[in-house]
């Protein structure tokens, strides 16, 4: 599962723009990069009137739309959803998620912190992984200016990243097809993750092997 790092702070005090900053700075790097909303008061991605909203004012438990370039779906819960199984389900092809919010998760948290809308820090200093602020604060971690991005992926990268996946020699997610008998086999990403980290550490040892772009392996029952 990707790593997890969480963007905390109070209203307004700047999450959204450190992450709008943060994103391509980690992607400059060859890094994938996955974000995930905290919204306590529940959400609507699709607008009234619309085919998929119709969908699900008809009954349907998940809908979903396609096109070339994206896609998404929307699921009711019957149960809330913990944020390491929404990562380790949803988020298998990146090398990095970063949350906006999710406070009360145990994930190490970056608090950005404004004093202009700020009195005092949302995070106690022993839960906080780094702090980004425009005022001193005596806290025990890595502190950052508001603009330094560049020293706080720094850091981001030597604590949580290795290898970035421009290099990496498989793509963890929909490149990967399982085929039995000729017939394709349907795998969850969990799966799918576990298979191709074990091909790739196997393929990996192996001498004057170039870093492939696809793997194919055909295992015959003998007769």
């Known amino acids: ?15 959204t723009t ?18 995930l909303k905290h919204d306590v008061h529940g959400f609507d991605m ?11 004012q008809a009954g349907a438990e998940a809908v979903g739309i396609l096109s070339p370039k994206k896609c998404a779906i929307i699921k009711g819960l019957r149960q809330p959803m913990s944020l390491n199984r929404m990562v380790r ?30 009195d005092s820090l949302l995070c106690k200093p022993e839960e906080l992984f780094a702090l980004v602020s425009d005022a001193p604060h005596d806290v025990p971690v890595p ?29 963890e997610g929909d490149g990967m097809t399982l085929k039995i ?9 969990f799966v799918q993750q576990f298979m191709i980290g074990a091909l790739a550490g196997m393929v990996g040892v192996l001498r004057d092997v170039e870093t492939p772009e696809t793997l194919q392996i055909e295992i015959s029952k003998p007769t």
């Open 46 to 56: 699709d607008r009234e009137g619309k085919d998929t909203w119709r969908h699900a």
């Open 1 to 15: 599962m990707a790593p997890i790092l969480s963007i905390v702070g109070r209203r307004n005090s700047g999450k």
């Open 181 to 189: 008998n000729g017939k394709a086999v349907s795998l969850t990403p």
């Open 143 to 171: 502190t950052f200016a508001l603009d330094d991005v560049v020293g706080l992926a720094d850091l981001i990268i030597a604590t949580h990243l290795s290898e970035p996946a421009s290099t990496a020699p498989f793509y």
């Open 18 to 35: 450190l992450m709008e900053k943060l994103i391509p700075e980690l992607k400059s790097r060859g890094y994938r990069v996955g974000t």
């Open 89 to 118: 389900e949803h988020f298998s092809g990146v090398d990095i998620v970063l949350t906006e919010g999710f406070k009360g998760e145990d994930k190490p948290k970056i608090e950005v912190f404004r004093s202009e809308v700020c």
